[in-house]
RNA sequence: GCCACCGUAGCUCAGUGGUAGAGCACUCGAUUCGUAAUCGAGCGGUCGUCGGUUCAAGUCCGACCGGUGGCUCCA
């Protein structure tokens, strides 16, 4: 007999080889029937898993977190098994969920089509019905060798494994796989899933390694999540910034000029001319000092700082000049720290804090370019902080309140990561474990919820990264905060300590919005292209009804204008429903529609964004401080932003 | 850079080997209108580029250029 202890504590005498689904059973039919999976002392397990000894155990149903990787695992396999009934030369490589899907990769002697990704999809159903058994067998290597032995790929990965693992194999149906698994208990238990599609991917990663085909799926436990799924990819490319930034005016890209570099029109100018405003406003009540560094940079700075060799292969190509070759700067720290070093520093000048909208380029491999989230030229919000060692502690701190400012002021939900020190760290360890601590106890002391990336700093510095939510619910790169005791070293930085003697500044490479041209992209997405009245382009489109109240609308605008607010005047000879819709497209907060009744009053009619008919009457004075109000206080008045 | 798909007017797209089309946008004219498209006319394309097959190529084939989705890499 062993001991089975459930989630309510509570404490069953089962014999031992039990099974967690006789378990189930006995708790209930519905739960027998809702099971999927266990979870035995903090690992997915089949059901049918013997169980050996006195384990924790839960059973997992479709409200279980963990389920739906269970599911898609599955779904992989009965891709896989799709995949291998229509093409049977097709070896295997992995098959993994991943976030909302799954996906499987094989090695065929000609791509996928997206007829055959139908037929697939068609033969996955075939496969369901079957309702084959998911079933695990354990084997030993030399079995495993032989199962495998017509797929080179499984057995590359099958020779990776330590002796002293357990290997096991997953059968349904026809098809058999390598896999730890653990699995749904049959195929039919797939029912809502969809390919999505073909791409190709090196195999383990590796650009050197052959390329195999991999198809993307995404599977759900309810039609209801698979459409709402679907839906939220519809959504995703509704909000394109690529596609709003063209449809609003905001920016461009010229094979002419070059690829990867945005040509900002008015629109899309006047938007960042609005962030920057606002961020270099709240730097300089924060501490920091603005300065400005050149585009170019002799090479030297680079071997200096170490770019080259290890970052040259991001960097543009030289540039003679004379006798000297310069580059094109890839990041702005260099030449911040050129600053810092043209005086002698006092431990009292510490914490020094240099921010600069700096313009940087990189070179970035064509296949990569995104519209304006992966581009060649791009300017950071960026900034560098040089500090003792003690005061790493509050720079974070004071940090983390400018991260909740900025992030609330865009209206982004944020999840924070700390990355600790790796293997391959430089320096004394204890000095980047003091730092790493520091760190820790900021995000301690600030109630932060916070995920550890174990190992994951950089060789010179632990980091604080942060993830970004946007309004449907994707996670971005944000703000980071790296700690770097490399580039100190390198350029010999020193401040004189209060014991006079020389001492070593910590740098701290932070960005609060990244790259301007990353941020705005993002922004695009996330607001669906409504702007905020204190960021649209335009605030305000005024409306005159005929001909004849055309001054006075026009008389409104330059009211507009005296109190700082952006409104234009569409006068055309277009009927009122045709420009209100134009307004409406180009996603403008408010239109002020003026006819003979309003001119006589001194009244607008106010139509809000999104708001459609309904429709608000108030004074002009009103509405103009009503939007000051509103611009003032940055209020996040987009539709459809929680 | 690699794999797949795509490339027709400023935009969205139709056109399966036989004389390049539509809607929107733009220009002109008419219309002066009460909350998401007023009517008419006009302008606009060497069908991504180059080569090949064919009596004939937007259409079939090849190469190249560019875009999109991935892979790899990153602000």
């Not at 062993?2 to 209930?28: F, K, M, N, Y």
């Not at 064509?366 to 560098?384: I, K, N």
């Amino acid at each position: 007999m062993i001991e089975v202890r459930l989630p309510d504590g509570s404490v069953r005498q089962v014999p031992t080889h039990t099974t967690p689904r006789e378990i189930a059973e006995q708790i209930g039919a519905g739960l027998a029937r809702a099971a999927l999976a266990a979870r035995v002392n903090g690992q997915v397990v089949d059901l049918n898993r013997p169980l050996d000894h006195d384990v924790e155990l839960e059973i997992i149903t479709e409200r279980s977190p963990g389920a739906l990787d269970v599911l898609r695992h599955s779904a992989a396999h009965i891709l896989a098994t799709a995949v291998r009934s229509i093409r049977p030369e097709a070896k295997i490589g992995f098959g993994p969920a991943i976030q909302d899907g799954f996906y499987y990769d094989f090695e065929v002697d000609r791509p996928f089509t997206p007829e055959e990704l139908e037929a697939i999809e068609q033969r996955m159903q075939e496969v369901v019905k079957c309702n084959d058994p998911f079933e695990r067998q354990v084997v030993t290597k030399e079995e495993a060798r032989r199962l495998f032995a017509d797929d080179p790929l499984k057995l590359e990965r099958l020779e990776e494994l330590g002796d002293d693992e357990v290997i096991t194999v997953y059968r349904n149906g026809p098809f058999l796989d390598l896999c730890r698994g653990p699995h749904v208990p049959a195929t039919g238990y797939l029912k809502h899933f969809k390919l999505l599609s073909t791409a190709g991917a090196y195999w383990r990663g590796d650009e050197k390694r052959q390329m195999l085909q991999r198809i993307y799926g995404t599977a759900w436990f309810s039609q209801k999540d698979l459409e709402e799924y679907l839906h939220r990819l519809e959504e995703a490319k509704r909000r394109d910034h690529r596609k709003l930034g063209r449809e609003l005016g905001l920016y461009s890209v010229h094979d002419e000029a070059g690829r990867g570099l945005i040509h900002w029109h008015p629109r899309g100018g006047l938007i960042r001319y609005t962030i920057e405003e606002y961020l270099r406003r709240t730097l300089l009540a924060n501490g920091y000092d603005l300065v400005f560094t050149p585009h170019v940079a002799n090479e030297e700075l680079y071997r200096i700082s170490g770019h080259i060799p290890t970052f040259v292969d991001n960097m543009f190509g030289p540039i003679e000049v004379e006798d000297e070759t310069y580059r094109l700067k890839p990041m702005n720290c260099p030449n911040h720290i050129m600053i810092f070093r043209s005086e002698p520093r006092s431990y009292r000048d510490l914490p020094l804090r240099y921010a600069e909208l700096g313009t940087c380029y990189r070179y970035e491999r064509s296949g990569v370019l995104h519209g304006m989230m992966r581009v060649r030229g791009f300017t950071q919000d960026d900034a560098h902080i040089f500090c003792r060692q003690d005061q790493i502690g509050p720079e974070a701190n004071a940090l983390l309140d400018l991260v909740d400012i900025m992030m609330a002021t865009f209206g982004y939900a944020y999840r924070v990561f700390l990355s600790t020190r790796p293997e391959k760290a430089i320096g004394d360890p204890a000095v980047y474990d003091a730092a790493t601590e520091q760190l820790r106890q900021v995000l301690v002391a600030r109630g932060v919820d916070y995920n550890v990336d174990e190992g994951g700093g950089a060789f010179y510095g632990p980091k604080i990264d942060i993830a970004l939510v946007d309004a449907l619910g994707r996670e971005w790169q944000g703000p980071t905060i790296q700690l770097d005791f490399m580039l100190p070293e390198r350029f010999q930085l020193e401040y004189t300590g209060a014991d006079n003697k020389p001492h070593r500044p910590v740098m701290i490479h932070r960005t609060l919005l990244g790259s301007m041209e990353r941020f705005v992209g993002g922004l695009i997405e996330h607001y669906g292209g409504a702007f905020p009245t204190w960021l649209a382009p335009e605030q305000v489109r005024v409306l005159p009804i005929t001909d004849d109240v055309r001054d006075s609308a026009a008389a409104f605008v330059a009211e507009l204008k005296a109190a700082g607010l952006r409104g234009t005047l569409d006068d055309r000879s277009e009927t009122l429903g045709y420009r209100i819709r134009e307004a409406e497209t180009m996603k403008i907060p408010y239109m002020a529609v003026i006819g003979a009744r309003e001119a006589e009053a001194g009244t607008v009619a106010v139509r809000e964004r999104g708001a459609g008919r309904k429709q608000d009457i108030m004074p002009r004075e009103e509405f103009v401080a009503r939007l000051r109000a509103e611009v003032e206080a940055r209020t996040l008045n987009v539709p459809g932003l929680a």
